[in-house]
């Protein structure tokens, strides 16, 4: 048995997890992305594959780098504060985390041709960051329940189960209550029965969490110019993960009413950490001066992970002793995950030296993606995993829209962004918990002949749900969350 904290993830990417046992949940997380992006896309609500000539092309539609007619180099520092409020049976708490960190960095070195007799007018060859997600977020729900115990789901899974079998079928979550007298056993008519520290539930619960990472993608592109009219782009994305998550779960006597009971705190750790690799191709058509029309395709990202896990506990029994007891060394565990492919469209309307408009629509399908372990002789232990994506995920839609208005050096911008639940419509349990993202963007710029320098503000929301453990015959009560994400975008760039 694998199972365990037993959470059962319904619509949130911020999951605790088994060890040797990776979810649906690791497809999902890893595949939901917020472009590396630069102040200027940012600002048009990361809208810009029709427009091209900027750095975000090279992770978006990398046909946009063949629009450069000068080489550039550069950097965009990003402040983000992410803003969680969790509610959990009637009782909301809210918590915040800053982060510092870099939306890109690189360099772009174009040439121009536009004298020659041969078609093709240009070509650029980019390098650089583009950061594609953040894994930062803490927030803590708490609330009393006179219900049930993630206890009684213990209970569930050790009946029939010979207590001897206990260490060796959940050495990383029953195991650790049966060690420090959490459940325990008594015998009637020779018959052995499992009961636990709270029989009757009415503990005050408590949920925290603290995630910390990211992924990113250096991107190797190259482009052409095609008689000013067909620019096409490749980009080899060499992509990274690093995600930390520290978890508890606790239950307390804060009422002083559980004969024998004070408190328990089990304690999780994870890491996840691994590389990939993906191509994708771009193209725009510009039929008329001011229209520009682009498409691009993304490979999945094949990538190569590995888990590091523990566990530990600390029990109070009101008995004098305070019992702590951590599970096994976890064996890191190497898997493959592939995330969906995508394709992505867009329409680009040029207002002379006036300004610009574009859309983007992007299409991808959750249930694509795939999970398996490097050593092919577990792949049948995948089997369930799999299942679950195609059943629980469905096609998502993307769609992204921003404007430009220029007056002399100045620029100014306005966009916004809205993406479509990943899960299918059963397990969207409503509007604000089914990981729907929607959200606004501004921004202002100043160029000149040689620099240029761009601010922009983001605001998005998305809500998701938590149920920290299920009973057989029980509803058991789950954690709803709406997570707010500010952030504050500078690029400053240079023109040679």
Known sequence: MKTGFSILLLLTVSITRPASAQTDADVLRFSMLNYGSTARSMGMGNSFAGLGADFSSLASNPAGIALYKRSEFSFSPMFSNRSIDASFIGKDVNDNFFKFAFGNLGMVWATSREKSSSPWKGFAFGLGYNRTNDFSGRYTAEAGNGKNSLLDNYLEQVEGVDPDDIPNYFPFDVDLAWQTFLIDTFTSGGDVYYYSALPFAGALQRKSLETRGGQGEWDF?????????????????????????????????????????????????????????????????????????????????????????????????????????????????????????????????????????????????????????????FSSDFNPVNNALRKKYTASHNLRAGIEFRADQLRFRAGGFYSTSPFVTALRASDETDLSRYGFTGGIGFREKKYFIDAAYSWSQQGSYLQPYTLNNQTTEGITFKQTDNRVLITVGFLF
């Open 221 to 377: 592109t190259f482009g052409g110019n095609y008689n000013e009219m067909l620019y096409l782009g490749f980009t080899l994305g060499i992509a990274s993960i690093r995600y930390e998550e520290e978890s508890t779960w606790e239950e307390e006597d804060n009422m002083d009413t559980i004969p024998y009971f004070e408190k328990y705190q089990l304690n999780q750790n994870l890491k996840t950490s691994g590389s990939g690799i993906n191509f994708k191709f771009g193209a725009i058509f510009r039929p008329a001066d001011p229209i520009r029309i682009g498409v691009a395709i993304h490979s999945p990202t094949w990538y190569t992970l590995v888990d590091e896990y523990s566990t530990s506990i600390r029990t109070d029994l009101q008995d004098g002793n305070i019992r702590d007891y951590s599970g096994p060394v976890f064996i890191p565990f190497d898997y493959n995950v592939t995330t969906p492919f995508r394709v992505l469209t867009s329409l680009a309307l040029i207002m002379g030296k006036h300004g610009a408009f574009n859309v983007d629509y992007e299409f991808l399908d959750y249930s694509h993606g795939r999970i398996r372990p490097v050593d092919r002789s």
